[in-house]
């Protein structure tokens, strides 16, 4: 894992994207409530969220996993669910931290990048889980397979707002 | 490893004693956050530790998202579920239940008739709780007991604007319950919830109603995910020694959580490869979509799979 941060590859990256919502739940199937602004704490995750290390109280908890620190979610999947599936996902549904937009996700994977403050290291892609469909009603599993989001580890913590940039480093 | 999180756990926030042997339980999130969403007339189970597990229709509305409220009624002949809620569940108590399912599925513009034995009102509280929040009166609710009615609180406003019709049946006669329905015929929802003999009046009464115009209030089970389709097999697990049958209601992965396996689950939809096991009988019915062909001879991604046989032996 190390190599890669270090050692980023060489293509140059040029993409700026922005945070549209910001969502944290306490513990597993509760609903995902939205915030102005989240607290993100390096090696830990986010402040009062399911899957905050040493409050472990999630879904996955169980299964621990340094990259779930922090979870990421493209606001241009809403379009194409609605487009493809004609599905209405809301951002609160999706379960993922951080809704961005013009953030490439699916191309951040071992990549360092900054979100707001924060500098994070994307881990791997995130995977549907099936139990979203019982706590939705909406069958969405298959529409989101490879477009489920991003699972990140964060390596500087701070404060991200809605709004805030998000930038590769 | 610690065990998977499967329920959503409450703390009991208020306990009251309501009278005629019933009391009402109201189940927070310990911050009181929202809890998981349903629908009106929705039920849940409630997890009472040592396998026993009972199901209560809840009687708040969808709208009031920050608790759940059951009303039980002591069942002395019963199996252990209401007296166990009666005599020892407190306040502060901690406790896990499913998540909602099922409701009424109410008819926005015709009238939506209720009839209820007892207890039985539960799931129309509820119903009648929601409507009332948007300002509708689409419903009339007939409602028998055996003396003083429970939970009466909840409803006082349908009940003072006369849209509640209560039976006292231990001072007055039983509704002619196919006379209720006759004069709806033509259009509106029907729903019962009560004992058996109030079911099969209703169902007699409503026989020549369309299915969707009519709701008889069942528990339902919870939803299989990977349903099956294939006849029962059997399930021998090498390792462990362990034998059991798999039904296509339970599924091979339900089957092998009620042995007590632990197979890690992640996508639970045959995506992420995380629950691949060896097998050594089959055929496996494969329908993942990650194991190569190769892959599959020796390999099965249990959280979709099955047998396509009498036997399957999984290495576990
Ligand atoms: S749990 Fe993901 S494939 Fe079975």
Redesign the interface.
Known sequence: MDAIAIDQPEVTMSWQGVVRFLHKTPRAFLPMRSFPSLELVAGRGIEGDRYFVGHEAGFYSHKPEEGRQVTLFEMETFEALQRDHKIELLPEEHRRNVTVEGVPLNHLVGRRFRLGEAIVEATRLSTPCRHIEEILGKSVFDPLINRSGLNCKIIAGGTLRVGDAVRPI | ?????K???TVVSKVEDLGNDTKRFTLV?Q?D?????FRPGAHIDVHLGQGLVRTYSLCNEPDD?RRYVIAVKREREGRGGSNFLHDRVEVGQPISVS?PRGGIALDQEGTNIFLAGGIGVTPFISAIRHLERRGRSNYVLHWTSRGRPVLTDMIAPAIEAGRVRLYDTNAQAKPVIAAIFEEFAGSGLAACCGPAAMLKTFGDAVSAWPDERKHIEMFTPP?V??RSDVPPYELYLSASNKLATVTPDVGLLGTLDALGVDV?V????G??GACRTRWTEGPPIHRD?VLSPAERQNELIV?VGDCAGQRLVLDL
């Open positions: 490893m610690a065990k998977a999180v329920t959503v756990s999130d911050d956050w929202e809890l998981p969403p998202d998540l939803k995910i990977a890690p992640s996508c639970g939809g995506i992420c979509r959280c």
